[in-house]
């Protein structure tokens, strides 16, 4: 089945932790971007990759960090400068402008 | 200042009827227009997107409305079912791998 993957679908971390959140998709899509959200909020862009080795800061990427070595991976990782981690985090894919998004990670801090 | 503002933020709306939502957006160069359903829980998915060069698209009981001089888009979701409760995001882009600018949500509720 071809689509996008995220792991794990609940990650709990403790304060001044570091997490690394995955997302592999194979759709063979050029373009993956990690996202956002809070209730009430809507989506907002953390990070964004529309090439290999290549990724730009999105509207929120402080307290984040990415990387893109594979086409098909773009892993999200929360640091502990992240002040308010606890979101509902979205992975997405596209080939030019159609997006399409894994089923999510919730992350909580305790 | 690249915004897209959505309305209502939440609608209820009686099974069989017609559910509207609005969005309105200020940069006239954005040339992508999706909206995306999503279920608590679950990932945003593409429901149907309209591009400036026609005013209307359907797909079933879904349609998109589009106002180039307005500069407003809306989804008219036609006899409403009570699957169709979810929260409903409309968005914009530049096009080609541009980035989307999300409105902010709207919870529809269908009652029975």
């Known amino acids: 089945d071809g689509g996008i993957t995220q792991s794990p679908k609940y990650l709990f971390r403790k304060e001044g932790q570091n997490v690394t959140l995955s997302c592999e998709q194979n759709?063979?899509?050029?373009?993956m971007y990690w996202y956002r959200q809070d209730p009430g909020q809507g989506l907002r862009l953390i990070y964004y990759?529309?090439?290999?080795?290549?990724?730009q800061k999105g509207d929120i990427a402080e307290g984040y960090s990415v990387s893109r070595e594979k086409k098909e991976s773009f892993p999200l990782t929360v640091t502990s400068a992240q002040k308010n981690p606890t979101a509902f985090y979205l992975c997405?894919?596209?080939?030019?402008?159609?997006?399409?998004f894994g089923p999510g990670t919730r992350l909580t801090v305790l | 200042q690249q915004q897209v503002k959505q309305s209502p933020q939440s609608l209820i709306v009686q099974k069989g009827g017609i559910s509207i939502i609005n969005c309105a957006y200020e940069?006239?160069?954005?040339?992508?227009f999706p909206w995306y359903q999503q279920f608590p829980g679950k990932g945003p998915a593409l429901l149907i997107a309209?591009?400036?060069?026609?005013s209307e698209k359907k797909e079933g009981r879904f349609t998109i409305s589009f106002n180039k001089s307005a500069k407003q888009f809306s989804l008219h979701i036609m006899d409403s079912q009570p699957g169709d409760s979810a929260t409903y995001f409309c968005?914009?882009?530049?096009?080609?791998?541009?980035?989307?600018?999300f409105g902010k949500g709207t919870m529809l509720l269908v009652s029975p």
């Open positions: 968005a914009a882009s530049l096009g080609g791998y541009s980035t989307l600018t």
């Open positions: 997405a894919s596209s080939k030019l402008d159609t997006q399409y």
């Open positions: 990759s529309q090439i290999v080795n290549d990724f």
């Open positions: 940069n006239t160069a954005f040339d992508y």
């Open positions: 759709l063979n899509h050029d373009a």
């Open positions: 309209i591009r400036p060069d026609v």
